[in-house]
């Protein structure tokens, strides 16, 4: 083998070696690993929706659709949701806001931690209910356009800004009637 023959072999390989490096970057990145942060919790078996606006971003009101919903099951409980225009209820109420302000509601609207909204895991959506905190008689009425709470001892989540008034934001709960 002539010394040029050895330099041209030389220089296939390393020009194969870049192709193939070339390849595996360009797959890489198109992999599909979420990168909005949506993995399965293990503890409910379901995902966040994906965040579509920023914190700090105005977020739009309105939108979603109206939707009773099919039966679906998280942490192992089935919920049935239905029309109920007499539902009453009373447990505790807990709020939620952060991790979950400009995500997709289940309705389909964004999540506002300081709109005056809820969250229920089988009320029609959106649909309107008062909220009485029985430790301090504030009630407010609220629109439900999201699910959960999926704590068993749990009968609604509001947003921050609800529960600010009802008084409870600082405690994280609060006995209600609904």
Not at 24 to 48: E, F, H, I, M, R
């Amino acid at each position: 083998m002539t010394t040029e023959q050895t330099i041209a072999s030389r220089l296939r390989i390393w020009r194969g070696t870049l192709s193939l490096g070339a390849v595996c970057l360009v797959l890489a990145g198109c992999s599909s690993a979420n990168k909005l942060g949506s993995t399965v919790d293990p503890k409910y078996g379901v995902s966040a929706s994906p965040r579509v606006v920023a914190d700090g971003q105005s977020v739009p009101k309105g939108g979603g659709a109206y939707r009773i919903g099919k039966p679906y099951v998280i942490a192992g409980r089935t919920y049935v949701p239905a029309e109920n225009p007499h539902y009453k209820a009373e447990g505790i109420a807990s709020w939620y806001g952060d991790d979950f302000h400009g995500r997709l509601t289940a309705n389909g609207e964004v999540f506002d931690r300081e709109s005056i909204s809820a969250a229920h895991p089988t009320l029609p959506m959106p649909c309107y209910v008062r909220v009485t905190n029985l430790n301090n008689n504030h009630s407010i009425i609220v629109r439900v356009n999201d699910r959960g709470p999926f704590h068993r001892d749990r009968v609604i989540d509001v947003s921050h800004r609800t529960a600010d008034l009802l008084g409870f934001s600082s405690k994280g709960v609060a006995k209600v009637k609904v």
